[in-house]
């Protein structure tokens, strides 16, 4: 026999779930404070953005696997910025390729939950390397994961 408290932790459960799995019936466009829904799913599957930035002197060739943008080969002109969102679910892992110059290249993680990003995880590729820009301020410095020793 099913006790109380399980149905009502059923209940709650089966309240919760619905909130997800039901449509909105207002849109987004029409109203300027964001639904009850879209907040709870703000709350629990948070979205980071990836800013990636050239600083270097020249074009970067870059692709990256987010499903947000086209997975091709591009060039990253000179000050130039791409930026993409990331939604925080499971330890999301989201990699890019670099090629700051013929000697180096290979990709770098743009967002792990590692790296401690909480609305933005911001990028600098420069000649001399791919940099982290940390919550405090300073660049740290990324090893690119290439195939060479």
Same mark, same amino acid.
């Given at each position: 026999?099913?006790?109380?408290? !399980?149905?009502?932790?059923?209940? +709650?459960?089966?309240?919760?779930?619905?909130?997800?799995?039901?449509? =909105?019936?207002?849109?987004?466009?029409?109203?300027?404070?964001?639904?009850? !829904?879209?907040?709870?799913?703000?709350? +629990? +599957?948070?979205?980071?953005?990836?800013? $990636?930035?050239? *600083? %270097? =002197?020249? *074009?970067?060739? &870059?692709?990256?696997?987010?499903?947000?943008?086209?997975?091709?080969?591009? #060039?990253?002109?000179?000050?130039?910025? $791409? #930026?993409? @969102?990331?939604? *925080?679910?499971? +330890?999301?892992?989201?990699?890019? &390729?670099?090629?700051?110059? *013929?000697? &180096?290249? /290979?990709?770098?993680?743009?967002? %792990?939950?590692?790296? /401690?990003?909480?609305?933005?995880?911001?990028? =600098?590729?420069?000649?001399?390397? %791919?940099? &982290?820009?940390?919550?405090? /301020?300073?660049?740290? @410095?990324?090893?690119?994961?290439?195939?060479?020793?």
């Amino acid at each position: 026999m099913t006790t109380p408290s !399980k149905c009502n932790n059923m209940i +709650f459960l089966v309240l919760l779930l619905s909130i997800f799995l039901v449509p =909105s019936s207002s849109s987004s466009s029409s109203s300027k404070k964001p639904s009850f !829904k879209k907040r709870l799913e703000d709350w +629990f +599957f948070p979205r980071v953005t990836v800013n $990636i930035t050239n *600083d %270097a =002197s020249h *074009d970067i060739p &870059y692709m990256c696997n987010s499903p947000k943008l086209d997975q091709g080969l591009h #060039a990253l002109r000179p000050k130039e910025s $791409i #930026a993409f @969102e990331v939604v *925080d679910i499971m +330890f999301p892992l989201v990699w890019c &390729y670099a090629q700051l110059n *013929d000697r &180096y290249h /290979g990709v770098f993680w743009a967002f %792990a939950t590692k790296l /401690g990003c909480t609305d933005i995880c911001s990028w =600098s590729l420069k000649d001399e390397g %791919a940099f &982290y820009l940390r919550e405090d /301020g300073k660049l740290e @410095e990324h090893r690119l994961f290439d195939n060479a020793n």
